[in-house]
Each structure stands twice: as C-alpha cells, then as structure tokens.
C-alpha cells in the first residue's frame, strides 16, 4: 500500500470564515470577466462570438467536476464545512443562482446584440422561420441526404426504456401524437444527434442571400422532424443535453496497473452522473419535468436557452469567416537573439541562460532542441515530463525519433491530467514500442511539473564528460497553447540546476528519499514552506522598518496556509500586489487584515497562465518562475517545481515583462473588492495600457 506523505500546512484556518471566499463562486466570478470580453464593442465582432464560446466551455468544466463534486458531498451528507464557512448544500445553492444568472446573460448578450451585429456583416444563422422557399428546399435535400440516414428515433415504451445519454451530446426530445403501424401511442421519443453530423452547417452563398449564411442542426432536425414518424403528429421537439461528473475514480493505492485502469475507466466518463440538464426554452413543463426525472435532478439543475444547446460548437465559426477585419489582429511571435538562427542550440545554450516569454517569443527553441537532441550524435539522453501535449505533438514525434535512433529516453507521463487521458496513454503506448522509458510518476501525486533534461558528451577542459541541458518551464509541452497562453521558459546548463532537475527525475523514476536541492522549490516537500517563509520574512522585515515587497502572479490562489501569511504580511506593512487571472479566496483592502494587498485579474486576447513569485528579501529581489498555482492540490498532492532566475538580466525582464507591466495594466484589468466582487480599471485617455499588446509590440520580430 502506498502511504502519502505527511506535510503540514502552515497557519491554517488562523482567521475566520468570512476572511475567505468560496472557490465555486470565484469560478464564476472569473467566467463574468470572459464574458465582459464578449461585451465589449472594442473586441473584435467574431472575437465576441469565440468569447461566448469560450465561457460555454469553462462552464462545461466548471459543472462536470467542481458542481459534480458539491453533488456528491451532498448525495454523502458531507458536513465538512470550507475554508469560507459553507457546506456543500449552501454552496451549491449559491453557485445554482450564479450560474443560472451567468447563462441568462450569456444568451442575452448572444440573442440581443452579437448576433444581431453579425447579421449587420453578412454573416447569419438564419432560424427557421425566416427561410425562404429556396432555402427551404436546400435544407431539406441536405437532411434527407445527410442527416436522416444516421438518425435512430427511439420510441418511448415498455420494450424502448429510456436510452443511455451521453455526456453533452445533442438530443432532442419528441412529444407525439396518434398510432403507429403497431397500434402503438406512447407519446414521446428521442433522437439523438450523432456527433458525426456537424452541429453548424454552412449554405451556398446564392442560397442564404449573404456571404456567410449558417443554418443550426437543430433548426434542421425541428422542421423536418416529422419526417422521422410517418402517420403522427409531432406535437413538440426540444433540443435538450445533458452534463455529466466526468471525474475519474481510480483508488490509485489498489491498483496494480493504472494505465490499463484508466483506460478501462474512461468510457465511462461519458455515464457518469447527471449534474445539469440544458434545455431549449420552449420546452413543456411536462418534458422538462420527465427529463429531470430520467436523470435525477431537480428544477434547480435544469438551464432553458434561448438559443443551441451546446454553444461550443460555435467555436470554430470565426475560422470558418474570411474576415480579418473582425478578428484580432494576429502577431509573429519574436525570437530571442541569444539564439542564431542556423546555429547549434547548444552552443547558444552554453554562453547564456536564455529566457523565452510565450507566445510573445516563439516556442520554436524549445522544439527545436529536442529535435536536435534527437539526431545529435553526442546526445546520449533525453527525460522529460508529460503532463498536456496534445494527440498531434511534433515533440512526441522527435522523441519517438530520438528513441529509434538508440538515445536513451525517458519520459514520466501522467497519466490522470484531466481530460488528456487518452492522448496521454496513446503517447505512452507509442514510445514503448520504440523503446523508451516509460513511467508515471509517483501514485497518488500527478507530476504537473514542466522540465526537460538533454544529457550530452561534451569535451570539458580537454576531456570528454557529459554536460546538463535543462528546459523548465511555466506551461504545457504544447505547440498550439504555446501560441494562445502566457508562459515562461527557461533554457540553462547551469551545473546546479542540472543537478536538481536530475534529482526530481530520480525520484519521479526511482525510490530513494527526497535530497536537498541546491535552487529548486519542490511540492510536495519544500515549495510551501519555502512560500511561507519567504511572505513570513517580507513581513518579519516590515516589522523591523525595512522595506518589504511581494508580487506574486497566478492563475488561482486558494491555498489557506499562504493566504494566512499574506493577512500577516499586510497586518506587518508589507505592500502586496496579487495578479490572480481566475479564483482568489483572499480578501483584500479590508482594515486591520489586508489592507496593503491589492488582487487583480487580467483577461484578454491571451490566456494568463505563468506563474511568478517576487519577493524584496532585503534587496536581492528574488524571482521564482512556477508550474504550480497556490492551492491545496499543488502544495501537497502534485510534483511541481518553482525555479529561480539566477542571471540579472533575466531576472530583470521578469519583472519588468511578467509582473509590471501587468501592475500598470488599465485596459484590461479587473480589481478585486474585499467582498469579490471585480471592477474594470478605467483607462486613461492620454495613457492607455494593455500588458498584452505592449509585449506583442515589445517582444515582436
């Protein structure tokens, strides 16, 4: 049996309840900010839409995992009480009126402005009712053609129960009257939508009178729906979907294989438990009723729109539309000029310590060195971690080709990052048939950490020896994220930092008690408590009339421990600025607590994902770059990293790129109240300032 490690929190629970808010609520606080984008008249027409999409997607997320996590405390009679003092039932509660609320903009802002706008543009999703006799007649040749022939309806009786609906999939369902050729009446029936058919579907410009006309599957399926019960009359058609707890269980302490586990687990994410039923807004009351019944939930669980369904399946409509004008304007990511073009990466290496900021910089080096490393005749090992890397990832396949090429490759995969299970387990299955090394960490901790280790044989003072290259990173192994979140990465042969990475890499691999590591923070050992003392240090400084500073970015800050320390910070006379994208649980400006902490989020174009910890300590300002929010799960149950910025230089373009920009920022930041709510900074006519846009214009080619 494997036992977790025991690590104390620090300063935990110190202060009451109502000092810290609830996560579930900050989460929807944060998709309130997503949707700001899609208001916005500055954001671009078709940017609008993604924005819209985009907050459809988290909230898919958000109610698979964190409101099926409240469902199931609640189902257990949990009565454990969270850091801001609510149950599991009260927090569910809150979260129902927030959400409900949320989607009821959402649609608003869908129906009542964006669409509208893009009508004004030439683009159209044209609803049933306006369709002229033309095109009428090209929807119906494209149902009976493309749509009919993969329907199954499912007539509701004693021999047709109720189907097995999967998780979000389009369905609709049918209220029906008369007899069929059997003599039978049930009155309802479903058709699922088979997600082969596209949900969005584009008509010929002559056919919808605009340049870019689009017709929704549901409209198609409501006017022709008839077609599918010959002799009876169709009474009603709702689309409707369904949301599922889609969190794996796998009791890693019992089991003896976890891929094959996890690979026999995952189908049945697509069954789990209803936790939210979508449906369209002119549903009855008497199918809304039965669908709530067939998935055990109550009227609080049940959404009406007033519009599709699944607004995901939108997303790809801007890339479908050839209308620069009403996108972002795209950017080149720059390239650093410590690397020379044509050049051995490792010589480049060798001179410097070279920081890349993503995607204002290219993440073409970081491709480009395990692509060298694979066919270098003087590479002799490659390990790397695997935590998100996508089903089509050109570093996978220079791994795969590193491994053919008879380097000696390791790679530590994990195998429960959530929802990239199976790409993961495809990757893992590939590069053992090649030969590599394939392990997955440590049971009962996921490796989140991002580093990279190139071994290479080197002449060292005139003999051969093997020499350390390292990449660690803030984000993902992923090229296409690369290119749409913010990221560091930092590229060294730093012989002490080689040595850490190595060590993380022994213990990920090996067994062996954990050493001291000479730059490195790691969880689950030292980065908390090495978090903790550094804000306890900035306010023992503060006591002592020194200056004191902390600037810390991330994506969430939860963790009760840290944010104790910060109250004690503030209450010492530390200045504190938190740049925190998504959920917060501190409160900040109230008297006597947290007074000196000021929290702000940015959302914009780009999805803020680096992690950054500044601390004044006394003067040596020390910057840690980090693949770990401050939260519970990445202190104690994860492998994460924070490194330090040893050169000057890069040091200073941290804080200057990562964190003050980002301070001066009053176009797109949001501040945090000491009640959570977020307010829009209001820019300055004379100097406006857009962290983002200045680092596409300062890093750019």
């Not at 980002?662 to 949001?670: G, H, I, K, M, R």
Request: proline share 4%; glycine share 6%.
């Amino acid at each position: 049996m494997t036992h977790r490690i025991d690590i104390p929190k620090a300063g935990s629970e110190t202060f009451a309840p109502g000092h810290y808010l609830n996560r579930e609520r900050g989460i929807l606080a944060f998709n309130r900010r997503v949707l700001a984008q899609a208001r916005n008249a500055a954001t671009p027409l078709l940017e609008r839409l993604r924005f819209l999409c985009i907050v459809s997607s988290n909230l898919d997320e958000f109610f698979e995992i964190r409101v099926a996590g409240l469902k199931e405390q609640v189902k257990l009679n949990s009565t454990v009480i969270t850091t801001d003092g609510l149950t599991a039932q009260q927090a569910l509660t809150l979260v129902s009126q927030d959400a409900h609320a949320l989607v009821d903009e959402q649609y608003a802002l869908l129906n009542e402005d964006v669409l509208p706008k893009l009508a004004e543009q030439s683009i159209r999703f044209l609803r049933r009712s306006d369709w002229t006799e033309a095109q009428r007649q090209w929807v119906a040749s494209y149902f009976f053609r493309e749509v009919m022939p993969v329907l199954t309806p499912i007539g509701l009786d004693p021999s047709h129960p109720f189907p097995r609906v999967l998780n979000k999939s389009l369905n609709f369902a049918i209220e029906l009257e008369g007899k069929d050729a059997f003599g039978r009446n049930s009155g309802a029936a479903i058709v699922q939508a088979p997600r082969v058919l596209p949900r969005v579907i584009r008509l010929p410009e002559d056919i919808s009178g605009c340049e870019y006309g689009f017709v929704f599957l549901s409209s198609i399926l409501h006017a022709f729906v008839g077609e599918l019960f010959e002799g009876m009359s169709v009474l009603g058609c709702y689309q409707f979907r369904v949301t599922r707890n889609s969190d794996l269980f796998v009791d890693e302490e019992e089991v003896k294989n976890l891929r094959t586990k996890i690979q026999g687990e995952l189908p049945q994410r697509h069954f789990g438990d209803g936790v939210r039923l979508e449906v369209a807004d002119n549903c009855s009351d008497a199918m809304a009723n039965f669908l709530l019944a067939q998935f055990g939930l109550d009227e609080c669980d049940l959404y009406r729109v007033a519009g599709p369904v699944n607004l995901v399946r939108l997303m790809q409509v801007p890339d479908w539309v050839n209308r620069p004008d009403l996108k972002f304007t795209p950017f080149a990511p720059g390239f650093p000029r410590a690397l020379q073009k044509g050049h051995s990466i490792f010589d480049d290496i060798r001179k410097n310590d070279i920081l890349l900021h993503h995607p204002y910089q290219s993440f073409s080096p970081v491709i480009a060195l395990i692509d060298q490393s694979a066919t270098d005749p003087h590479v002799v090992a490659i390990k790397m971690t695997v935590y998100r890397t996508g089903t089509d990832s050109v570093l996978m396949q220079s791994l795969l080709r590193a491994a053919q090429n008879g380097k000696e490759v390791t790679v530590v995969v994990e195998l429960m990052a959530r929802f990239d299970e199976e790409a993961n387990i495809g990757w893992a299955t590939k590069l053992e048939e090649v030969g590599a090394h394939v392990v997955y960490g440590v049971v009962g901790y996921k490796t989140h950490a991002k580093m990279l280790m190139i071994v290479r044989r080197e002449e060292i003072k005139g003999r051969g020896e093997l020499r350390r290259y390292i990449h660690l990173g803030t984000g993902n192994y992923h090229a296409k994220t690369a290119r749409l979140y913010t990221d560091f990465g930092l590229l060294s042969c730093n012989e002490e930092l080689g040595a850490d990475v190595n060590e993380v890499f022994k213990q990920l691999t090996g067994l062996g008690k954990a050493q001291t590591l000479n730059h490195l923070w790691q969880a689950p050992f030292s980065l908390h408590q090495n978090i903790v003392a550094a804000i306890q240090a900035e306010a023992n400084a503060a006591r002592n009339g020194q200056r004191a500073r902390i600037i810390a970015k991330m994506n969430s800050l939860l963790e009760p421990g840290v944010i104790d320390a910060l109250y004690g910070a503030s209450q010492a006379g530390v200045k504190i600025d938190l740049i925190v994208r998504g959920v917060c649980a501190l409160r900040p400006g109230i008297p006597g607590l947290s007074e000196h902490i000021r929290v702000r989020s940015i959302v914009g174009r780009l999805l803020e994902h680096h992690r950054i910890f500044y601390f004044y300590a006394g003067g040596q300002e020390k910057v840690y770059l980090s693949s770990a929010d401050w939260m519970e799960r990445n202190f104690f149950r994860r492998i994460e990293l924070a490194f330090p910025l040893l050169d000057k230089k890069l040091k200073r373009r941290v804080i200057s790129e990562g964190l003050q920009t980002y301070l001066t920022d009053n176009v797109q930041a949001w501040e945090m109240d000491s009640n959570g709510g977020y307010h829009l900074r209001r820019a300055s006519r004379k100097s406006p300032h857009s962290a983002q846009n200045e680092l596409i214009e300062l890093l750019k080619p």
